[in-house]
């Protein structure tokens, strides 16, 4: 499973919703979405904005957690 962390960098780094919609040109809803881990997909331009504004690397915003890790809730935030 990817597991999507960008409600967790967020908030560690205490910037503002709007402020990232404000800096990355993301639009509001899919901004939304991505937090709130509603989309299937994201695109490389989006993922690219993201990691720029919030001075990341895709690797901090998913990980890989394997489906069948026997104690795979150990791994997640």
Not at 58 to 74: A, G, M, Q, T, V
């Amino acid at each position: 499973m990817i597991k999507n962390r960008l409600s967790i960098i967020i908030g560690e780094k205490r910037i503002k919703f709007h402020e990232i919609v404000k800096l990355t040109g993301i639009s509001r809803k899919t901004l939304y979405n991505i937090y709130h881990d509603k989309t299937r997909g994201i695109d490389f331009a989006t993922l690219d904005k993201l990691c720029f504004a919030l001075d990341c690397t895709p690797n901090d915003l998913f990980r890989y957690i394997p489906d069948d890790l026997p104690d795979k809730h150990l791994y997640e935030d």
